[in-house]
């Protein structure tokens, strides 16, 4: 069994038979005789369909393989945002007519985010989009490839990264519902 927690799944082995040895995604799970039940935690599922395999085997040397299907369900409400007032990640701000927000945002959209620190770059990944931008450049990757900016990735004065806020929802699939500077922001 398993239960899934944003992009994150619990999955219980139970043990009626003595099971020997278990493996989730090739990674061992520790059973602990006469413990009934093991826990493993899988990270980072993606939106849509994630295929996770279970393989045991008991003392009797009896094979189970089966491959559970997890699947997360894309964003349910609306993520909104208004410039010049603080999220969880940092302010949203204009910058040359382009609201830019913390490089974290994409989270609330379920997306997951990874930093890779040596080249400045922040990769979202969300199904099979994947979007990578670096800062000070105005050139991001998407899909393999080229797609122009109108602004670049930058640090701000708190040392936080900022990222277009349209470019990079409307890339991962989402609308962006904009009014005016003073309005929120509403991503669907």
Avoid: C
Wanted: glycine residues 6%; without cysteine; proline residues 5%.
């Amino acid at each position: 069994t398993y239960e899934v927690n944003g992009t994150t799944a619990i999955i219980t082995i139970t043990d009626n038979v003595r099971i020997l040895k278990a493996f989730v995604d090739g990674v061992e799970v520790d059973m602990f005789f006469p413990m009934p039940t093991a826990t493993h935690v899988v990270t980072g599922l993606k939106i849509g369909d994630n295929n996770i395999q279970v393989l045991a085997s008991d003392t009797k040397n009896n094979i189970l393989d089966t491959t559970l299907v997890i699947t997360i369900e894309p964003l349910a409400e609306p993520v909104e945002f208004t410039i010049g007032e603080e999220t969880t990640y940092g302010t949203p701000v204009l910058m040359s007519d382009i609201t830019m927000v913390p490089v974290r945002f994409a989270q609330d959209l379920g997306a997951t985010v990874e930093w890779d620190n040596d080249t400045q770059t922040v990769t979202y990944t969300l199904g099979e989009i994947k979007v990578a931008m670096t800062i000070g450049s105005t050139t991001a990757i998407v899909n393999d490839s080229n797609v122009q900016l109108a602004v670049a990735p930058y640090k701000n004065e708190l040392g936080r990264t900022m990222v277009p806020l349209r470019m990079i929802a409307q890339e991962l699939g989402f609308t962006v519902e904009w009014t005016s500077n003073d309005a929120p922001i509403m991503i669907k």
